[in-house]
């Protein structure tokens, strides 16, 4: 673990905490002044728990023996002096593995038998059974009995031809990437589906989670991963063997699962390419200065043929870097390239989810921002009018002070007759929201039943093309349709608004509308992500139905995932735009009680007049002090990310009055 690699991750995790728990404070500091209205504590506890628990996927995909185990036992576990994860010749990881931690949780090796493929769960349903997996412990203390235990991520069976093609190692159309048939008849498939590793580690300590992955063929297999894991992960190193140079397969798996598509956005750009092995260069016979020459060579081809510069080509030597390390070696571990890859690797994992975690905390800090100015608005303009009343009444004799407590009364009785018009308001907006959701939810799986039905049979599939396309085109367009929905409710809540503002002297404001389009590009993009999967490429794999099916459910559960989360994007942002309207709706209310009060108090003599605006003038001087610390805090927001030295965010938020 270089410091480099492990200091990124530690500043990483410094501001997340830091950040949390300025939102901490600065939720406490809301509460105590009486300013959280709904949902925003709900909103802030939401992002800091985001900030909190964050994870940082970085997966290793390549064909089998490229060195992806290797490496990942050079960056992560040279510190126990050996390897850990299983690396040797030949197909060693059988199964798609996870790293992490996660606190709490024993250390163990979770293992899910490959039998579960039959099933048509798809891997993430798998996950919340734990019973499926078969459970090894792990001592962090025992770096020996890890590695043995580890060793089960390469165990294979011996099953029937049969077998293998129920569960979809075996095609006949297909033959050349089919098991070697022994002489018993039987052939080999890995044990295991899906290998989930707990261990106590700096790095998975601050939500680094490693996916080392099988070659091309068990990735193709494994709709779950490409679709869902790969997908997800914050970076991908994909890794080319020195030895072997890019191979067809290297290629094909390149183009189908990681090359960048059309429309990807530059930000997406978070795949390194290493070229592994360099040390077979190294031949004791060509000079420092022929090595260099003959790698940067290969860097360059290799970078041509991928398609990607050549500085995105990271020339190392995982094994060396390993044995470097084990024997303290630093010239060899400068030469074995690992320290450039490491801090290449921490930088894109780090400074590419800071991004989007700062624009998340910015976005929530600027609506509370908002809302509490309004409401601090509000409180303002009341404590004027009282201090007006309450002026008109020096001098005044007993039936003046009177008519005025009528008259506040009167406007009371005003105001509470018009709250049937903000019930009308919600009821509406409540109809409209239920029907922005349905658009995106009602009848969302029958969206992907031509397709499933297609993938799942088994021969050839006519029309594939289309019926994908199609599946994919409905999605968007509900998407479409929800936003339309969503610019009515906005039109709706702005007349409504605006009426109450005239009527009652409001400050309400309907939030910008949330950016509900952005959903059907990501569905878009996955459609694109995906359709290799599709084409010509795979059309013979999809002969097999199982992984068709497969292929077909993840699909759907990933475009469900996303209109799940338009659908919950709506929801919030309905109730951030009502929210002010019942916390306007009870400060009016509580000033009417308050004006009543002091008339009386006047009358009654139990306080003086002068007492009483002496009261007002203090409430005046805390709402100042309230104001101008929301002032302070709205012109220092979050600290910028990636800096050296990092002001703690609390320091820019109110502190506690
Ligand atoms: N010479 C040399 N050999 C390496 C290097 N990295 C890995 N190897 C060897 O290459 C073989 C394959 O390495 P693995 O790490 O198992 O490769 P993998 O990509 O994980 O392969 P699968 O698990 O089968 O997908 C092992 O024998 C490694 O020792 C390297 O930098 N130089
Ligand atoms: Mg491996």
Known sequence: MTTSFSDQLDRHGAWRSSTAQGIAQLSAWLVEQQLAEGGMLGRLAQIGDTLQRDKLMVAFVAEFSRGKSELINAIFFAHHGRRIVPASAGRTTMCPTELGYENGQPSQLRLLPIETRTDPRPLSAWRQQPEAWTALPLDAGQPAQMATTLDSVAQV????????????????????NNPVRGSDGLVEIPMWRHA?????????????????????N???????????????????VFVLAADTGVTRSDLQLWQQYLAPRQGDGQHTDNRIVVLNKIDVLWDGISSVAQIH?????????????????????????????????????????????????????AQGLVASRREVLRDAVELALARVRSDTARLLAVRRRELEEQVQELRGLRGKNDSVIAGMRYRVEQEQGE????EKRVLALHAVHGRLQKEARALLEDGMAADFTELQRLLGQSGLKLGLRKVYQDAFARAMQRVRKAEKAVGEIHAMMSAGFRQLNADFGFALQVPPQPAIGMWAHEIERIARAHATQVGLGQ??????????????????????????????????????????????????????????????????????????????????????????QLRRWSDDPVAE???????SPAAALPAAA
């Open 293 to 345: 020459a003959q790698t940067d060579r290969q860097r360059a081809s290799s970078a041509a043929l991928l398609g990607v510069p050549t500085a995105r080509v990271i020339p190392v030597s995982a094994q060396r870097g390993l044995v470097a390390r084990i024997q303290n070696d630093a010239p060899l571990l400068q030469a074995s390239g690992l320290p450039l890859l490491e801090a290449v690797l």
């Open 196 to 216: 989930l590793v707990n261990i106590d580690h700096p790095l998975l300590r601050q939500g680094l989670v490693i996916l080392d992955t099988p070659g091309l």
């Open 539 to 628: 059309a013979l794999r999809l002969t097999q139905p199982a992984a068709g099916g497969r292929l077909a459910r993840a699909l759907e559960s990933r475009v469900r995932a996303v209109l799940v989360e338009a659908a919950e994007e709506i929801t919030s942002w309905c109730r951030a735009a009502m929210a002010p309207v019942d916390s306007q709706l009870r400060e009016r209310r509580g000033g009417f009680v308050r004006r009543i009060e002091a008339i009386d108090r006047i009358r009654g003599a139990a306080s003086s007049l002068g007492e009483r605006m002496g009261e007002l003038e203090a409430q005046s001087a805390l709402l100042a002090a309230q104001e101008q």
């Open 641 to 647: 990310g990636g800096a050296t030295s990092e002001p």
């Open 157 to 176: 069976l011996r099953v029937s031809v049969a077998r293998a093609r129920e569960l979809d190692f075996w095609s006949d159309e297909q033959p050349e």
């Open 218 to 236: 068990a990735v193709g297999a494994e709709p779950d991963l490409t679709v869902q894991l790969l997908a997800d992960a914050h970076a991908s």
């Open 415 to 418: 105001f509470d007759a018009s």
